[in-house]
């Protein structure tokens, strides 16, 4: 009796919070922002920097050096930030000599003759707003708020070496793509006072945002030399700026390893600990929300995988030969490495490294998420128009669970259908909750009716739409997209909060065609529900509020018909 008790009661509840599965749908992806958030957001203890610093910071400090013979015994990469650059301005940081211009079809790109580091890259394909004199937008930069440097070098066994403070000499400090011109080579030169000459040469392909880095390494000392190559990223932690308020995407490091697979490498796990991996082919990179920079070494290579927090709130993450390479007298060894700077644009990455489209986190639904993605493009390819993609793209998945939405709808309109009925028992009964409760199943079981009817299929559905909602937030091609009218940029807010007031319209209309809660209480809180998302969407990108826009109102239309042909007579 009581098990029997205990089921009815169970049953009833569920029914009376049927409801709210929708709000719980809505919920959990917002649970799942706040939860990133937090992870890779979160308030860090600020790092406690102790000593006194000295006036000034030369090359010689090499603070942010890999050591030899391994990066993670060196007093140039410190496990916690030193104090020996922690009074000085940005500005004193990074030593810098002469700025040679390079521009391509793709960049804008500024590369310092000290170390040869690349300080500054505009990407002349996306514009930083979208107000039509926009300059580029800026990936790589040198100065506060958002540095982001490449630095590479060489480390030797003996004698001078070229890292990243000595300072190369140029031929020329302005260097062009020509018209036809399939590439651009720009050489630096560096040469040790025993006669070994290194020309670090930067390779730009036109219609690509790989950089090919090598050096070249022509040894005239009259004995062996020996070194290893390193390549090193070098950022701070800022806050993303033309962000929506409570969209949080990663910014931070990543690795990749055939074993591990992609990994993420957080700015707060380099302060409590160093990195210390040696891969094979992998790669490592520094992401923030669209964009990225990637080292990719030769494949089939094991490399030294290393990350440092240093002073200033900088961090880095680079890779480091474990083993020296031997370059005979007279003759000459080259060492070569892949840098990627640009969009998160899957099929190039694709093409650059093996997991490097990863990039484009879609977290666990990466299985949902990327068949998605391929139809949002194709639809993309049909009509030249995200916005439309969207539509089409959400109309397809609503045809997809077509008959499970069916099944969902005629449970609600079952039992929006007994509400007068089920009103009734409850006067009759009052507080006598057993006898109403054993009414009501009886009821159940004559109109043939599972309250529970209408919970499954929209449960089975969340993690469809919640691999929609990555893809829209997470993919490049939607930045600055336009869409008609008011909408000039799809993943940022709707300006006029139109979307957001016709996405509350629809979620009020739904409301009106579930069955009521009986509970008066639940009552109230489901009418709030539609001015709550609507607040909060307001903050969403254009993007995103229009597939929910889109999935309510077909939902409100298929809904409506099953409702109307129930109250009929239908079925």
Request: hydrophobic share 45%; with cysteine; charged share 20%.
């Amino acid at each position: 009796m009581v098990s029997t008790r205990s089921r009815i009661g169970t049953v009833v509840t569920a029914m009376d919070n049927q409801r709210l599965f929708l709000f719980v749908a809505l919920s959990f992806v917002i649970l799942l922002l706040w939860q990133s958030w937090v992870e890779d957001y979160g308030p860090q203890p600020p790092a406690e920097v102790t000593g006194s610093a000295p006036a000034t910071l030369t090359p010689a400090d090499g603070i942010d050096l890999p050591a030899t013979p391994a990066p993670a015994d060196g007093e140039d990469l410190p496990a916690t930030p030193q104090a020996a650059d922690a009074a000085l301005p940005y500005t004193d940081l990074l030593q810098s000599a002469d700025a040679v211009e390079v521009e391509t079809d793709l960049f804008r790109i500024r590369i310092d003759t000290t170390g040869g580091d690349l300080r500054q890259a505009d990407l002349l394909d996306y514009p930083a707003t979208t107000k039509p004199d926009s300059p580029p937008f800026r990936l790589l930069n040198d100065s506060l708020p958002n540095l982001f440097i490449v630095q590479s070098g060489l480390r030797a066994a003996s004698g001078a070496e070229p890292t990243h403070h000595v300072v190369y000499s140029v031929e020329q400090t302005d260097w062009r793509m020509q018209d036809g011109a399939d590439t651009l080579v720009v050489p630096l030169v560096w040469r040790s006072p025993e006669g070994v000459e290194v020309v670090k040469r930067f390779t730009f392909h036109r219609g690509s945002y790989v950089v090919d880095i090598e050096h070249v390494v022509t040894n005239n000392s009259g004995s062996d030399w020996q070194g290893r190559e390193y390549r090193q990223l070098q950022r701070t932690q800022v806050a993303e700026t033309g962000q929506s308020t409570f969209i949080y995407t990663y910014m931070g490091g990543v690795i990749y390893s055939p074993e591990e697979k992609y990994e993420k490498v957080k700015f707060e796990e380099m302060l409590e600990q160093d990195l210390d991996r040696t891969i094979t082919d992998g790669w490592a990179a520094m992401l923030q929300h669209y964009f990225l920079g990637a080292l990719v070494p030769v494949a089939g290579t094991a490399e030294h995988y290393y990350t440092k927090a240093l002073s200033n709130a900088r961090y880095v993450i680079g890779i480091i030969s474990p083993t020296w390479r031997t370059v005979a007298d007279g003759d000459t060894g080259v060492f070569s490495t892949r840098l990627f700077i640009g969009p998160k644009l899957q099929d190039e990455m694709r093409e650059v490294a093996t997991g490097l489209e990863l990039t484009v986190d879609y977290g666990l639904l990466t299985v949902l998420s990327q068949p998605l993605f391929w139809l949002l493009k194709f639809f993309h390819r049909l009509i030249g128009n995200w916005g439309w993609a969207i539509i089409l793209v959400t109309l397809v998945v609503k045809l997809v669970f077509f008959k499970l939405s069916e099944t969902s709808y005629k449970s609600m309109a079952n039992m929006r259908k007994l509400t007068p009925r089920l009103k009734s028992l409850k006067e009759r009964y009052g507080d006598d909750k057993q006898k109403l409760n054993q009414a009501m199943m009886e009821m159940y079981k004559k109109e043939k009716i599972n309250p529970l009817g209408g919970c499954l299929p929209i449960m089975v559905q969340i993690p469809v739409f919640i691999a929609l909602y990555w893809v829209l937030l997470e993919s490049v091609e939607l930045r600055h997209a336009p869409f008609m009218l008011w909408i000039q940029d799809m993943s940022s807010p709707d300006p006029y909060y139109i979307l957001p007031l016709l996405m509350g319209a629809t979620m009020f209309i739904q409301q009106k065609l579930n069955p009521a809660p009986m509970d008066p209480v639940q009552a109230k809180v489901m009418m709030a529900l539609p001015v709550v998302f609507t607040v909060f969407f307001a903050f969403f990108p254009s993007g995103l509020v229009l597939y929910w826009v889109v999935n309510n109102t077909l939902s409100i239309a298929q809904q409506w018909v099953i409702t109307r042909r129930i109250e009929a007579g239908g079925k």
